[in-house]
């Protein structure tokens, strides 16, 4: 770790007040679990959740040419994004490799915000900065005018409708509408990491603790928690949600990550990365690479990202994610394995976790999904 001093956010004396163990996470100070995270888990699983998840890295995109620049700046038809929506997307080197996933929201005329990974935050304002150039539009840092604060779960409707009058029955999932929360003026988007129903609040840093403890109070009664990093890991591991530096990194395009589909070739103009995504496009269309599993262990061992995956003796693949699941009551993993062994209920596939092959069941992801 560099002597670099951890960011904080607003709501770290709250945290510590909880007993939360703290981590370093993209250089910021951050709650890795309060208590048991099996039990956070489950709450978001069965009650609902809430997270803080400030680190996160919010730019805005504004300006008459806003939207032709985050055209031409991410592999998305973002210019198509309607008032009021987000768009999951990702922005892309000019080889095709993928420098993060994004969620871009469209919050005005010419008003946008693009949420980006803690961990990636400033590569992608640096990158948003320079393919600015020519364009009509302004791109801001905006990371320190926002606090993000997540609520997740099936109990999530109900305790955020007991706290703003905002339409919450009308706000499809990735959308978001400004509102006020407990008389904290908000954007409520109805996105999240963790597979359940949700939501996610930015306000301002000034009004997170407040805002914190209004949806304690109101969440007391529906068995809502406090959620660390820990169990949002494991959360969207089961949901099948890919994670930056694990299963999409920038040695892999989107077509070799099985997302193809956020990249629009079919929108005006050009885009950074359009001709070798083009090609990987093709090459994977015609030699199909490795392709993202699920993973379920017949024992009781966890593996880890980067552990082989093995058949006949042979390494096959690579284990991006893996933890126990509270859910299936077994450990999962996501892993790339080779197309000949990737179809669900594939036998013979074995986990390397130090020197001993362990049993493994192919699944199709996610491994959850949640009852409409």
């Known amino acids: 770790m560099s002597s670099t001093e951890l960011r904080h956010t607003a709501l770290d ?18 709650p890795l679990r309060y208590g048991s995270e099996r039990d956070e888990h489950v709450a978001v699983r069965t009650r609902a959740g809430l997270f803080d998840l400030s680190h996160m890295g919010e730019i805005t995109v504004t300006g008459p040419d806003a939207a032709a620049l985050l055209n031409y700046a991410l592999v998305g038809d973002i210019a198509s994004v309607g008032l009021g929506r987000a ?17 871009v ?4 005329e010419t008003d946008y915000m693009v949420v980006a990974n803690a961990s990636n935050a400033q590569v992608v304002l640096d990158a948003l900065t320079e393919r600015a150039a020519g364009f009509d539009a302004e791109v801001r840092d905006d990371r320190d ?6 609520v997740q779960g099936p109990e999530s409707p109900a305790i955020l409708k007991s706290l703003t009058d ?20 908000a954007l409520i988007a109805r996105t999240g990491y963790t597979g359940e129903d949700g939501f996610e609040l930015f306000v301002k840093p000034e009004h997170a603790v407040e805002l914190w403890q209004a949806l304690t109070k109101a969440g ?29 990194t920038r040695e892999l ?3 070799d990550a099985g997302l193809g589909r956020v990249v629009k070739f079919t929108k005006d103009g050009d885009f950074v990365g359009r001709a070798a995504l083009t090609e990987a496009a093709e090459r994977v269309e015609q030699n199909p690479p490795r392709v993202l599993v699920g993973l379920v262990a017949e024992g009781r061992r966890v593996p880890r990202a980067g552990y082989a995956v093995v058949a006949g003796g042979e390494v096959i693949g690579e284990v991006t994610s893996g933890a126990p699941s509270p859910t299936l009551g077994s450990p999962i993993a996501i892993a790339y394995v080779d197309a000949a062994h990737a179809a669900p209920g594939t036998e013979g596939v074995g986990v390397d976790i130090r020197g001993s092959h362990e049993p493994y069941r192919v699944v199709a992801l996610p491994f ?5």
């Open 105 to 108: 929201y469209r919050l005005g």
């Open 166 to 185: 905002a339409d919450l029955d009308g706000l499809k999932y990735y959308a978001g509408l400004p509102g006020t929360v407990a008389g904290v003026p």
């Open 253 to 255: 395009t989107p077509f």
């Open 145 to 150: 005018a926002y606090a993000l604060l997540a």
């Open 368 to 372: 959850y999904k949640r009852q409409k």
């Open 220 to 248: 007391e009664a529906s068995g809502l928690v406090p959620c660390g990093l820990s169990c949002r890991d494991t959360l969207r591991l089961e949901a099948g949600m890919p994670l930056y530096g694990h299963e999409l």
């Open 87 to 103: 768009r999951y997307t990702m922005i892309c080197q000019a080889d095709g490799g993928i420098l993060d996933d994004l969620i």
């Open 13 to 30: 004396a709250v945290h510590r007040a909880l007993g939360a163990t703290m981590t370093d996470f993209a250089g910021w100070d951050m």
